[in-house]
């Protein structure tokens, strides 16, 4: 039977009535997210995650920013930088701040897998400056008086530093555009980079029964290997002249003393701590002092080309760090180290 206009009028007006109370009891992404950030400030990540998801599928940049912190600290999934990058990327092409920031930051100080690069830092942090984001804008001023360090004492940012000694020292590590960036590591006398630096990865040695050593190339004494007699590393076997080409190579010894003689003030410069080394001809070069292939702290090991005849196993190395209570006071020393190590290079050429 059909309805009659009165009942199908109310029927509608019911209707109506259960949507707009619906929407009104319904959340917005935003109340959502407020949930979703309570729950993860009290570490329960389950329920975080439960909210967080369905909103960066949706595209809510809050939520990709949160999403991208659990993932890069392992909160709720296995730990993954790659995904939280993704995500973090996500928000920031959107135009929140914080992610910007938080992308800025990651490049500064080479977090989450990224490498270091102070130009994608600073072109972050400008961005989210200028939508009036603290921290944002505290960096790019930190950058500003990092470009007023750079004037003051001279430092050669590119290319080759003269600084008044027998060699000219390159302004980078090898692998590395700009000082304060970390580059690669090498063990001593090879030219390639590997995720393992131990005599058993080490392209110089064999390992016999019980784990002894066998070198295969410069070596003096008879009972660790074969006696080659050489001293100093060949062409072949220096990352820096086979890297670079040319004069480049890596330094020796004695080039590593005069580099000691020069002053060395411990600062902070391009958000990394090494110290700024002045030459005699008033010209400066920056080196980076946080080696965090092993370690976080204020020290780093360059490798020079020379053998460390005290000990076939070991070469000589230049040992950069910070002694005293704050670690401002240069230590700079050369001292032996296992040539499988893991070493930064700072190369040299001719003048």
Known sequence: ????????????CVAALFAVSSSMF???????????LAAYEARDYETAL????????????????????CYAYGHGFSADEAKAMMWLERAADQGYATAQRNIGLNYAYARWGVDKDTDEAVRWFALAAAQGDEVAREKVAEYESYCAVTERYNIVRSGAADLGLSVKWAA?????DSPEEYGDWYAWGETRVKDEYTWKSYDHCEIWMWNNICLTKYNTVESYGNV???????????AASV??????????????????????????YYWTTGFVVTGPSGVSIFIEAEDTYLSPDIEANYMTSSYDTSEPC?????????????????????QG???????????VCSK
């Open 1 to 12: 039977m059909e309805r009659t206009p009165i009942i199908r009028n109310m029927a509608l």
């Open 26 to 36: 319904a959340q917005s992404d935003g109340e959502k997210y407020s949930d979703a």
């Open 50 to 69: 439960e909210l967080l998801l369905p909103l960066a599928d949706r595209g809510h940049a809050p939520s990709q920013n949160l999403l991208a912190v």
């Open 172 to 176: 980078c590590n090898l692998g590395a």
């Open 228 to 238: 080659d007699g050489k001293l100093s590393l060949e062409a072949i076997d220096d």
């Open 243 to 268: 890297k670079l080409g040319g004069s480049w190579r890596i330094p020796t010894e004695d080039e590593c003393r005069e580099l000691i003689g020069c002053r060395w003030e411990r600062i902070d």
């Open 314 to 334: 070991c070469t000589s190395c230049l040992n950069v760090s910070g002694s005293g209570a704050n670690g401002d006071t240069p230590a700079i020393i050369l």
């Open 337 to 347: 180290k296992y040539k499988s190590n893991a070493m930064c290079i700072r190369p």
